[in-house]
């Protein structure tokens, strides 16, 4: 049994995808120990006490660097034997944790990575604007920096010639972020993506 806590903002809707792969047995050797969010009223933390997996708050206010702050995620996923971390829209730099858990952070990045990768406005808007016809997502190991590292999957998705950036956003999610995050789970539990 892999035991992983995901770190998470906002609505959490990739970790749900997690939990409902879970809830339809889909990963048997797998489980979700945690949440850790650096917000209190953050959506993640609802749908976290919804599946009863326990949820915790890592306020970035309560210390005095972002360093000290990741030391005391790092610390947390340690004191609960976490072998494995997840992201979901984490809006916390990563620091230190990316050191202690080398090739065992698992992430998704809303484009066909290297394309995209570095955006710093909206993805979809940016590929619209480019005139892209194909786009789609991309799960990966975290790099030292909490960045996209060693590429597990891509899903492609294409690009329509009515899409909006909420249209695009929404397809992309739903046909590749979600679906990747669940498979990159699954393959690491199976033991398939090397460690």
């Known amino acids: 049994m892999i035991r992983a806590a995901a770190l998470a903002s906002g609505d959490g809707e990739k970790l749900q995808a997690v939990l409902d792969a879970m809830y339809f047995g889909e990963l048997p050797q797998f489980e979700l120990s945690a949440v850790i969010c650096p917000e209190k009223n953050a959506y993640v933390m609802q749908r976290a006490r919804s599946a009863k997996i326990p949820a915790y708050v890592v306020d970035p206010d309560l210390f005095p660097t972002m360093t000290t702050h990741s030391m005391a995620v790092a610390n947390k996923l340690k004191d609960m034997d ?3 971390v997840l992201l979901d829209g984490y809006s916390v730099p990563l620091g230190v944790i990316p050191y202690q858990f080398q090739n065992r952070i698992i992430g998704t990045w809303p484009s066909l990575c290297p394309a995209f990768e ?4 909206d993805v979809f808007e940016a590929v619209l604007v480019r005139g892209c016809k194909l786009t789609g997502a991309t ?5 030292s920096d909490g960045r996209v590292g ?4 891509q899903r492609a998705v294409a690009v329509l010639p009515d899409d909006t950036a ?5 397809r992309v999610t739903e046909q590749a ?3 990747l995050l669940a498979e990159a789970v699954k393959l690491y539990c199976a033991g398939k993506l090397g460690k």
């Not at 060693?150 to 999957?153: G, M, T, V």
């Not at 909420?166 to 929404?170: I, Y």
Request: net charge negative.
């Open 82 to 84: 976490v072998e494995l």
């Open 118 to 121: 570095d955006c710093e406005g």
């Open 139 to 143: 799960s990966f190991f975290a790099d």
């Open 150 to 153: 060693k590429i597990i999957d």
């Open 166 to 170: 909420e249209t695009l956003r929404t």
């Open 177 to 179: 972020e979600w679906p």
